[in-house]
Structure formats: C-alpha cells, structure tokens
C-alpha cells in the first residue's frame, strides 16, 4: 500500500506497538517458560510425584508378594515335616516295643534298616531337591523397561 508521509509514519508506529505487543512480548513468555522449566522441572513436578507414587506403590506389591512366597514356604515345610513325622511315628512305636519285649532279632534290625533308610531318603529329597525347586523367582520374565516409561505426546 502506499501511504502520505503522515500515514505512513502513523503506521508505521502502529506496526512498530503491534511488534512489541505481541511478537516481542510473546517471545518474553517463551523464554521465561523455558527458565523455569530450567530452573525447577515446573511443569513435571506432578509426574514426578506420579512416578514416586508408582514406585512406593510397586515396592509395597514386591514386598507383599515376597512375604507371601515366605508364608508359603513355610507352610511347606512344615506340612513336609508334619508327614515325615507321622511316617516315624509307627516305626518309633515298634522300636520302643522292641526295646520293652527285648525281642530284638535280625530279621527285625533289617526291616527297620531298611524304614530308617527310606524315611532318611525321603526328608534329604525334601531338604536337598524339593525345597529348591519349590522357591520360583520369576523376575526374569518381567520387562522392567516397559514397567514404566516416560513418552512424548504427540503433536496435533
């Protein structure tokens, strides 16, 4: 457009107002945005406290999935001990018997060997084998990088 002096240079400093006003002013904002996102994470200090969250929230489910596990465990090895108990106990009722009677034979020393031999068996599986394949630690199968993962939203 071609302008007379006095509207070009009223124009001019319209031009001029609207620059600072908005343009300029609008560039300030930016920066100082910018500054305090430098200076205190201001805008993500609630995902911040999400994430906290998560984490307190994620330890107390280990912990309680740990104790549980513990409880099972000795449940376990107790119900384990409470059978091998009552295996023992006939055997430990015949060997009294014996011992009153004092009618030991070596017949009967053979037999009660060979029960020994197999109730020892029976609490070393237990003890060495059972007990160790009882205990699953499945932390291997969880993908701890996609547990939790902060993205970029997407533009519109």
Known sequence: Q???R??????????SITFDNEIVRSHDEILDL???LEKSNYLSLHVFDQIEQWKQTTINKVKKAAEKAQHELIQLIENQKVTIIKQLE???K??????????IVETNIDRLRKKINEMRQKL???TQKDTNNSIMVSDD???W????????QQQN
């Open 2 to 4: 071609f302008f007379c």
């Open 6 to 15: 006095k509207d070009f240079k009223e124009n001019e400093q319209q031009l």
């Open 34 to 36: 910018i500054q305090k």
């Open 90 to 92: 006939p055997i430990t």
């Open 94 to 103: 015949e060997i009294r018997s014996l011992r009153e009677e004092e009618n």
């Open 124 to 126: 070393e599986e237990f």
């Open 141 to 143: 199968q969880i993908d």
């Open 145 to 152: 990088d996609r547990l939790i993962y902060v993205r970029e």
